[in-house]
């Protein structure tokens, strides 16, 4: 009977305790405002306990700073940071850096940043945990997005023999 309560102790602390993020992201770009949002949703899934703000604050918990590189709000928010984001020149290019218990999502332009935080979501969901040290550099080959060739239309024409 000890053993079974000692076991719902512990069960209950587990859950009891969740970890403290919080998320800051600059509010005036609708991207970095989605990922963050996205972001959330996944920790919150997982079992953190997370809140947002648009400016960072020292915390006990985790802190993930969402923003554009050159950006006031980033100048602002990661003034503290030494992150090197000279090689972060590719459009829609993000990073992804830990820094003292803070996690840095830097994006080349907005959609590099909405990358950013979406990367961070994927790994969290496949993990189901916020990684204690991430270093990601990551940008497309191509920046051209579009329709799939051939996925268009389901059949051929008639009399051809190719999509077109």
Do not use: H
Request: aromatic letters at 10%; glycine letters at 8%; one cysteine or more.
């Amino acid at each position: 009977m000890k053993y079974l309560q000692l076991l719902f102790l512990c069960f209950y602390v587990s859950f009891a305790s969740a970890q403290n993020i919080t998320i800051v992201s600059d509010l005036s770009s609708p991207r970095a405002k989605f990922g963050a949002e996205k972001l959330s949703e996944t920790l919150t899934a997982k079992g953190f306990s997370v809140t947002s703000s648009d400016k960072f604050k020292k915390s006990k918990g985790k802190v993930i700073v969402i923003g554009e590189k050159g950006t006031d709000f980033w100048k602002q928010n990661a003034k503290s940071a030494k992150i090197d984001d000279s090689k972060l020149t590719k459009k829609e290019g993000f990073l992804i850096r830990t820094q003292n218990n803070i996690i840095y999502i830097e994006g080349t332009d907005a959609s590099g940043t909405l990358y950013g935080a979406l990367e961070l979501a994927d790994r969290i969901k496949s993990s189901g945990q916020l990684p204690l040290e991430i270093n990601i550099d990551d940008s497309p080959e191509m920046v051209l997005r579009g329709t799939c060739i051939g996925m268009q239309k389901p059949v051929y024409l008639p009399g051809r023999d190719v999509y077109e």
